[in-house]
């Protein structure tokens, strides 16, 4: 028996406005871009709303109506659902149709879709906890499976994830860390014993992706059956075909026009038609399969660009001088307890920023370009870096509005406790 565990991944930025050296000081509305560019957050959440979200929502329902077998995985970004519940409930209550039908699996992640487990713990254990509790407020659901960002992996993440009671934990499949090995098989992360890693196959999973409506590609055009003839290849060579991919595959990165909603239609049945295939979930998968051995992943892995590493968002110099100036700050946010200034500066570790200030050219450079709003990566650096200049001056203004509460309540408390003469005492 094969099975096939399709996961998607749900995301959409707070992106940040283009802000000037003259808005320092003047404009704390950091994403809230009053153009009709793609900074502008609604704009483009109303836009893939439509060409992704509620048409293939809608389709996958009508397939776990079709075919009980079928199953899959879904794990949201915290801003995402944020902005949806805001904004656009329609799309969040096609979510939660899905998810009531019992065979729509739940990820763990970071709410903020951030890079905080490589700069600070402890941020990082607060953005999953919140993560938790909106999916628990919103769905009913509590994770047993995690998935961090841009499924980014290594050996301590995986024994963090251990002890804090997750079944599994999601990698990419590639040979460099493989070897010989297969990702078709569950693998055990070194120095753990119980929790166990799912791996990306990354050649079938970017056929949809990436590749789906490439014409020079030799595997266009892709239809259902020429694609589960190729997942049937695999039988006898593994116990799980793990399909791994942005949720915004389908109608947003290939728009309908190519024939991706007909080929996800399809897929299930093509799959099916083999009796020794079948659908689970990330925990089903665990559930069933044991570990055929160890994975030894001690340098950061992740599923982009052609190093498979953390370079697409700290590989130049622009962008690890942003990364460590935010996380700079998070002690002076933290202790001043803003609700609003600890969400933006939040808000500002979503990894997307960083992946728009990649300065990396030929093919990888060209998806950077594809998914940045920004006219250059210098640009977005610009816009990021003079926002930080302004958080830092409302940290500033928020620590001097503090000492001033505190030597006014402190000469209250000084006139409330100083001894009084009475009128009595005076005259006598």
């Known amino acids: 028996m094969l099975s096939i565990c399709p996961y998607f991944h749900v995301h959409q930025p707070y992106r940040i406005k283009k802000y000037r050296v003259f808005d320092i000081g003047q404009d704390s509305e950091y994403f809230n871009a009053s153009d009709e560019t793609d900074l502008n957050n609604l704009k483009v959440l109303k836009k893939v709303a439509r060409k992704s979200y509620l048409p293939a929502n809608e389709t996958l329902l009508g397939l776990l109506k079709k075919h009980p077998e079928f199953c899959f995985a879904l794990s949201f970004s915290g801003v995402l659902l944020e902005q949806i519940e805001e904004h656009l409930p329609e799309v969040l209550?096609?979510?939660?149709k899905l998810v009531h039908t019992g065979r729509v699996e739940l990820l763990a992640d970071t709410y903020y879709h951030s890079l905080a487990f490589f700069y600070s713990r402890r941020e990082f254990e607060r953005q999953v906890k919140q993560h938790e509790r909106l999916l628990k407020r919103i769905f009913?659901?509590?994770?047993?499976?995690?998935?961090?960002?841009?499924l980014s992996y290594n050996n301590d993440m995986a024994k963090w994830a251990e002890r804090h009671g997750y079944l599994g934990i999601m990698a990419e499949g590639w040979e460099p860390v493989l070897g010989w090995r297969s990702p078709n098989f569950i693998y055990s992360p070194k120095d753990c014993k119980k929790i166990k890693v799912l791996l990306k196959n990354y050649k079938l999973s970017d056929d949809i992706a990436f590749r789906f409506s490439e014409r020079s590609w030799a595997g266009w055009p892709l239809d259902a059956n020429k694609f589960a003839g190729w997942v049937s290849n695999h039988h006898g060579n593994g116990n799980t075909i793990n399909l791994f991919m942005d949720f915004e595959t389908f109608g947003e990165h290939q728009w309908e026009s190519t024939g991706i909603f007909h080929f996800l239609e399809a897929l299930p049945g093509a799959l099916l038609a083999n009796p020794d295939t079948t659908f689970m979930t990330p925990t089903e998968t665990i559930e069933n399969y044991e570990s055929v051995g160890e994975i030894d992943v001690p340098h950061v892995l992740t599923w982009a660009d052609t190093e498979r590493d953390l370079t697409a968002w700290t590989g130049n110099e622009i962008q690890r001088y942003a990364l460590s100036s935010l996380y700079d700050l998070e002690k002076d946010v933290l202790v001043l307890k803003d609700k609003k200034l600890t969400s933006d500066w939040r808000k500002l570790q979503t990894s997307d920023h960083f992946y728009y200030m990649c300065t990396k050219w030929s093919q990888d450079g060209d998806v950077h370009k594809y998914f940045s709003p920004y006219e250059s990566p210098y640009d977005a650096h610009i816009s990021f870096m003079n926002i930080l200049q302004d958080v830092r001056?409302?940290?500033?203004?928020?620590?001097?509005k503090k000492r001033k509460q505190r030597i006014s309540k402190k000469y209250q408390n000084i006139?409330?406790?100083?001894?009084?003469?009475?009128?009595s005492n005076s005259n006598s």
């Open 93 to 96: 209550d096609s979510f939660k």
């Open 140 to 150: 009913n659901v509590t994770p047993k499976v995690f998935r961090h960002t841009e």
């Open 393 to 400: 001056l409302r940290i500033k203004e928020a620590k001097k």
């Open 415 to 423: 006139n409330q406790n100083a001894p009084r003469t009475s009128l």
